[in-house]
């Protein structure tokens, strides 16, 4: 029987958990993922100031379907009061977490104020989280970071214990400073030193890939939770995987049958949820389509040819191509 933890009243399993990333883990992306076996998915991030002021993507970013449960909704910004009147609004949509993001790197958001800007104020990381956790009620709040926004400024322990301290449940934590993006290594040493350094949850984020990586994130961080970002890009397998681990099941590979069903599945339940043309939701599935193919023979011809699919039948014959020249070269497995 699997472990869970507790994040506030929601119970998740101890397996692998879907990261939040913005522009990929979409609605049809994660409950791909929870089909596959993620104990728990977290929403594209969401301006806290635009949802404000109805901002016309709300709903779209913060629905909660049963098919995602558990899963949070996570919010960006950089002032309380704008946090907590969002907060307020989220709550409509009936999320099991929220989470608040301060470790976005991208200039966009830094740019503001925002996301891993809060690294480098905990008092100001503090009190949003204390806003938060307000209107939030009995709705957990959690919190995602970074290990700091450079090399000489490595202070999660800070932001967590700040975290904990405004009442947030658990907080989530990128072994990457804000410099590094998503280059380098993880720093996984420093999610131990949160886990060490706090009594709430704690989720250990950067390089999950496979069975072995998430146990050593487990073993050498002693963190409650796992969580996986780009190594699902194409493969939700990687949370069937992880998860039969810890049932004690046997895992088996995905064929490269399985591959371009699941691939295909994933289009169709991208274009099923979106509200353009096929034309237009097909140019958001080329990404999808090329991030199945990678890592096989050929796949960068392969790649191209995703990016210039317009129409599902062509996703469907370009799959048929690619499990037969998977075949021609010994590859299929």
Known sequence: MIDTIKIGKTGIRR????????????????QICRKFGASYVVSEMVSAKGICYSDRKTAALCTVTDAERPMAVQLFGNEPEFMAKAVEIVLGYRPDVIDINMGCPVPKVVNTGAGSALM???????????????????????????????????????????????????????????????????DIGVIADVKRAVKIPVIGNGDITDLDSCLKMYERTGCDLVMIGRGSYGNPFIFREIAAHFDGETFVPPTVEEKME????????????????????????????????????GSAKFRGRCYQLS???????????????????????
């Open 15 to 30: 397996t692998a958990a879907l990261a939040p990333m913005a522009g990929a883990a979409d609605r049809a992306y994660r």
């Open 120 to 186: 480098k104020d905990a008092g100001l990381a503090e009190r949003i989280t204390a806003a938060a956790v307000r209107a939030a009620g009995d709705v957990p709040v959690t919190v995602k970071i970074r290990s700091g926004w450079g090399s000489e400024n490595i202070n999660a322990v800070e932001l967590a214990r700040a975290a904990e301290s405004a009442g947030a449940l658990a907080v989530t934590v990128h072994g990457r400073t804000r410099e590094q993006y998503y280059s380098g290594e993880a």
């Open 262 to 297: 699941v691939m295909l599945g994933h289009i169709r339940l991208l274009l099923e949820l979106s509200e353009k043309p096929e034309e237009y939701a097909m140019r958001e599935a080329r990404k999808i389509a090329a991030w199945y193919m990678n890592g096989c023979y």
């Open 311 to 333: 129409t599902y039948r062509e996703a469907e014959l370009l799959a048929e191509k690619f499990v037969t020249v998977q075949h021609e070269h010994g590859t299929a497995n």
